[in-house]
Nanobody, 119 residues
Framework: QVQLVESGGGLVHPGGSLTLSCVAS?????????MSWYRQAPGKQHELVAV???????EYGDFVRGRFTISRDNGQNTLYLQMNNLSPEDTAVYYC????????????WGQGTQVTVSS
């Protein structure tokens, strides 16, 4: 099993910024192949925000429009999401997702962190 713990959510004014973090830990050796951020707003479907693999470029949802940056620290098993120019439409619970390989193989989710954009 791999545990994912997110942090960094909160309340921010429109136009503001937040950085989300997600740290992965587990009892067995594992390598994180793919790391993603998803979000779910009230009454809306789960949607992909951004994804990054060990070797490929990052990809983003169309709604990001250059405002967010996903990055990873492989040595620390940590995923980040830098979010700039936030709008109320970005209000959602943000979830970290990782696909790991090695002694442990599988897809894991964090518990979610609330991001609220409001004046």
């Amino acid at each position: 099993q791999v545990q994912l713990v997110e942090s960094g959510g909160g309340l921010v004014h429109p136009g503001g910024s937040l950085t989300l973090s997600c740290v992965a830990s587990g009892r067995n050796d594992f390598t994180i192949y793919r790391m993603s951020w998803y979000r779910q707003a009230p009454g809306k479907q789960h949607e992909l925000v951004a994804v990054i693999t060990r070797t490929g470029p990052a990809e983003y949802g169309d709604f990001v429009r250059g405002r967010f940056t996903i990055s990873r620290d492989n040595g620390q098993n940590t995923l980040y999401l830098q979010m700039n120019n936030l709008s109320p439409e970005d209000t959602a619970v943000y979830y970290c997702n990782m696909y790991v390989v090695g002694s442990t193989v599988g897809e894991f989710w964090g518990q979610g962190t609330q991001v609220t954009v409001s004046s």
